[in-house]
């Protein structure tokens, strides 16, 4: 077997990490051997790369946080899915890797006829989109939500959970030429971010009242949302691609009583349930598996090809996901 392995950090995301080969091991009582079908490179992968994520392994480390696998093995007397099943790979546990072992009975499985590529990416953007949708502010069929960074993986996938809900998006981006992929997603109203967002906003939504605000740039961007929703409304950040903190004008605290929270999916792991967790992500490979949600791709990569994929993953210019395809030819 590889495995994507690197024993520093630095700036480069990828000029630390490699393929290791080391030996397939064998699954013990309780175990299973998971043959890697897919594993994407998700921008807190690359932020952990160079140390600047809010949670960083121990080193030596391999990459990759999510993906989806096939049970090709599994240890005496063990319970769990069957060999040949299509199963969610457990969170962090290393997915940039041709094979990996797990607990068998913690194995998630999934619908062997669904497009494993689309699969692997359901552990961490669709929850994240689906809950910041969800769990701050109580919103009905025909209202609006607004979101920045609308290119990027969350902001397609909640694009898309929007629709199911009968919700409508306003979508800002960051440059022109990204205003015509968000479009394509779905995207009910598409502006480019500037400091007269919050008219432009009411001008294209007909002065719609918008309670809930997604944030993922940070700096200035985050002052742009906060204006563009009503009294009382909900700004929720979950990421700060700007490399800035936060900006709010005092006025939106004060007179219009905006509220700022934090998203992070990690501290939604450690406090759900067992049964919170596979009611999310039961509701998303449905969705994935029947064609209503799914992600850009962009390019895959084998795992030889990690310090590409990692270099054209942390690229500032995509239109899609890169994944790592670890046992492709």
Known sequence: MKRAQYTERGPDPQASIAAVESATPEPAAGQALLEVLAAPINPSDVLTLTGLYGMLPPLPAVGGNEGVGRVL????????????????????CGTWSTHVLADAKSLMPLPNDADPL???????????????LREFVDLQPGEWVIQNAANSGVGA????????RGLKTVNVVRRESAVAGVRETGGDVVLVDAPDLAKRVREATGGAAIRLGIDAVGGAGTDHLAMSLTEGGVLVNYGAMSGEPCQVSPASFVFRNITLRGFWLSKWFIGSTPAQRIAVFGEVATLIATGKLKSRIQATYGIDQIKQ????????????????VPNAQ
């Open 73 to 92: 093995a599994v240890g005496p007397d063990t319970q769990g899915p069957a060999i040949g099943q299509t199963v969610l790979l457990p969170v962090g």
């Open 118 to 132: 689309q699969l692997a990416m359901m552990t961490v953007n669709p929850p994240t989109a689906l809950l910041m």
């Open 157 to 164: 996938y909640l694009i898309q959970l929007a629709k199911v």
């Open 309 to 324: 994929a990692v270099a054209a993953a942390a690229a500032g210019e995509r239109n899609g996901k890169i994944l790592l």
